[in-house]
């Protein structure tokens, strides 16, 4: 089955650190997703990349970097963290819409982000 | 811009008192409407795909309908086990995913 691992489920950082949060799947999906989900206001698109290199800004992309120089790995960054940026972190992926037999998005298992 | 509304936000249910949750959208050239389970401190699990106004989809206890506004969630006779939070997404023009807030069920026995 489709698998999205994400390389931390705890994080404790100190505001101002620069930090990476890690993304890999495993079915060659065109597509990669960065939220962030928060009570009360759901998930919240930060990021989006459709290829390899390319990249979209979703809605709340400040304070936030995204790299994606393989097809199976898109990472978060936080350039300076701060404390707004407390808040559990979901990647997915997903087919390019029409290719692949599944059209929804799998999604990890979340990086819950303490910046303290 | 693309918009989607859960209701309730949540909702309280005894062993076997069916119920549905709510979800109303917005969205330019809709391309699919996705329902998700969460668990606590967990991703989302996917559910179901609706693509076009009276689509139905089952799985067990569940039964997502959809019209041209909103999609509904049934859950008939729900156990403990169907406690989760779940969610709504649709999809629209360049594929972008837009969630709704959720919609937190817990079943008591």
């Known amino acids: 089955d489709v698998k999205v691992t994400q390389s931390s489920r705890y994080l404790v950082k100190r505001t101002g650190e620069k930090v990476f949060l890690e993304c890999v799947q495993d079915?060659?999906?065109?597509?990669m997703f960065w939220y962030r989900q928060d009570p009360g206001l759901g998930l919240r698109l930060i990021y989006f990349?459709?290829?390899?290199?390319?990249?979209e800004k979703g809605d709340i992309p400040e304070g936030y970097s995204v790299s994606r120089e393989k097809k199976e790995r898109f990472s978060l960054i936080l350039e300076s963290a701060s404390t707004n940026q407390t808040s559990m972190y979901l990647c997915?992926?997903?087919?390019?819409?029409?290719?692949?037999?599944?059209?929804?998005?799998?999604f990890g298992q979340g990086t819950r982000l303490t910046v303290v | 811009e693309d918009q989607v509304t859960q209701s309730p936000e949540a909702l309280r249910l005894q062993e076997g008192e069916s119920s549905s949750l709510n979800c109303s959208y917005t969205?330019?050239?809709?391309?699919?409407l996705f329902w998700y389970r969460q668990d606590p401190g967990k991703g989302p699990e996917f559910l179901f795909t609706?693509?076009?106004a009276g689509e139905e989809k089952e799985k067990e206890r569940l039964k997502a309908t959809l019209t041209k506004k909103e999609s509904f969630l049934h859950i008939t006779a729900p156990k403990p086990e169907d406690s989760a939070t779940y969610l709504c997404?649709?999809?629209?023009?360049?594929?972008?995913?837009?969630f709704g807030a959720g919609t937190q069920v817990v079943v008591t026995p």
């Open positions: 609706l693509y076009s």
């Open positions: 997915a992926s997903r087919w390019e819409v029409g290719e692949g037999p599944r059209p929804e998005a799998f």
């Open positions: 990349s459709y290829d390899v290199k390319m990249k």
């Open positions: 997404a649709v999809r629209g023009g360049w594929g972008k995913l837009q």
């Open positions: 969205v330019s050239g809709l391309r699919g």
């Open positions: 079915m060659d999906h065109e597509n």
